[in-house]
């Protein structure tokens, strides 16, 4: 997937063309469509992309936001004031639970349409730690062995946020001691199918797309079969070479691909406090 990029912005890619930071824009100030295309068609191809020192207002962010589509749906996980889109993503130097979004996940993958796009904000860094990990989904799927790929051909899978959003997952996931303020619910039983190998519904790309947070199980498949395989998927698709490490710093944008691309919260940062502002497309 070749991008023709505009003389203004720059782009220079993570390993595996996995990850690109881009230079060159402001989006503090309204952005030309022309440029938007742009930035849209690099997002699918690096599918994590970020921009360096963007000082932005909530009205700012949002307005990153709609650029690539609607706001998307969220539930469970209580908004900033006013600004009913953006998600606070806050914990506290004396937090000693463990960071929200901390296991693999694709965020509300038990959606019936779960977000295109998580963009994250950084506002409060901690000085070392609370760095973000993404995993390429697009290399997973392609490197699959040729005969493991074939068998995932057609087979869907179960995903529900019951682990986390139900009143016993908030319970047993520590909910209750966080400082972000999250409403569990019973809705959160509910299941919801997606295929396990995803076509990407721009860019045609293939990935692999079931994680250890939401997926609950394969359809059709024993209990014990249903956990092999996805024990043997997660094996494959989190390895160290499809991993992106994101360190974060104040002012740092981020937009990934959620339909190709699991990530995973990092620790590391007791006694301090870190805050990112969160939306989805
Ligand atoms: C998330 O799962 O959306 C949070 C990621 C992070 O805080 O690094």
Redesign the pocket.
Known sequence: MSVAVQRRLAVRPQANDFGAEITGVDFSQPVRPEVIDQLRQLWLRYQVVYFADQSLSHTQLEQFTRYFGEFGNNPYVKAVNGHQHI?E?RREAKETVA????SW?S?WSFQAKPPSA?I?HAKVVPPYG???LFADGIRAYETLPGTLRDDLEGLTAMHSARRTYSYEGFERSGGAQRSMSITPHDNAWQTQEHPVIRTHPESGRRALWVNPVYTLSIKGLSEGESERLLKTLYGHALQGRFVYR?R?RPHLLTMWDNRTVL????GGYDGHQ?I?H?TTV
């Open positions: 998600l993503i960071p929200f979004g901390t996940h965020d998580t994250l609370g760095d973000t994101h974060w990530h995973c919260a990092q870190r990112m969160r």
